[in-house]
């Protein structure tokens, strides 16, 4: 059973920053690409980030230049850095991992962890 531990979510005031995490095992971290969604009340699900297992990086533009992906290769873990938040960041965000090209199709997805910014 894969699992994705999310971990990092909470209140923060409008252009705050917080720092959320996602963990998993091993054997999905190295080879699957990962990311972020993130759902807000009565909206649909919206992607936000997106890192490979080499690294490379790909944003939504509501995002871009205030969110940064990473990945820590010896702690198993992918983070997302929000700085600058908006009240319009609110939403429940959702750690995700895609399977490469070449293997089965699949996606796991985690629990969720709830951002809200709010003064």
């Known amino acids: 059973q894969v699992q994705l531990v999310e971990s990092g979510g909470g209140l923060v005031q409008p252009g705050g920053s917080l720092r959320l995490s996602c963990a998993t095992s091993r054997s999905i971290f190295l080879i699957y690409t990962m990311g972020w969604y993130r759902q807000a009340p009565g909206k649909q699900r919206e992607w936000v980030a997106t890192i490979t297992s080499s690294s490379s990086t790909n944003y939504a533009d509501s995002v871009k230049g205030r969110f940064t992906i990473s990945r820590d290769n010896a702690k198993n873990t992918v983070y997302l850095q929000m700085n600058s938040l908006k009240s319009e960041d609110t939403a429940v965000y959702i750690c995700?991992?895609?399977?490469?090209?070449?293997?089965?199709?699949?996606?796991?997805w985690g629990v969720g962890t709830q951002v809200t910014v709010s003064s």
């Open positions: 995700y991992a895609n399977s490469p090209p070449g293997l089965i199709d699949r996606r796991y």
